[in-house]
């Protein structure tokens, strides 16, 4: 079993930043790639960035020039750095985690920008 652990959502005014955390645990010979998801109110989960373990990243548009994924492969810890938030980035973010050739979700954090 693997565990998935998102931290470091709260509320935040327009501007600001956030730094989000994810950590995974348990039974992992293989970390395949960590990212962050997100869902909107009245809106459908979708992908904000994308990191597989060779390094290379993926961004949403939306975020890009904005928000900064990165990882430690040893540690099977990512974080999402945030900065200009906007208000329409409120939402609950989930880290999504690929191990072993499964997909794994945590139970996310909800982020608020809002002044």
């Known amino acids: 079993q693997v565990q998935v652990v998102e931290s470091g959502g709260g509320l935040v005014e327009p501007g600001g930043s956030l730094r989000l955390s994810c950590a995974a645990s348990?039974?992992?010979?293989?970390?395949?790639?960590m990212g962050w998801y997100r869902q909107r109110p009245g809106k459908q989960r979708e992908l904000v960035a994308y990191?597989?373990?060779?390094?290379?990243?993926n961004y949403a548009d939306s975020v890009k020039g904005r928000f900064s994924i990165s990882g430690d492969n040893a540690k099977k810890t990512m974080y999402l750095q945030m900065n200009i938030l906007k208000p329409e980035d409120t939402a609950v973010y989930y880290c999504?985690?690929?191990?072993?050739?499964?997909?794994?979700w945590g139970k996310g954090t909800l982020v608020t920008v809002s002044s």
């Open positions: 348990g039974s992992i010979s293989r970390l395949n790639g």
């Open positions: 990191i597989i373990s060779g390094g290379s990243t």
């Open positions: 999504n985690v690929v191990a072993n050739g499964l997909n794994y």
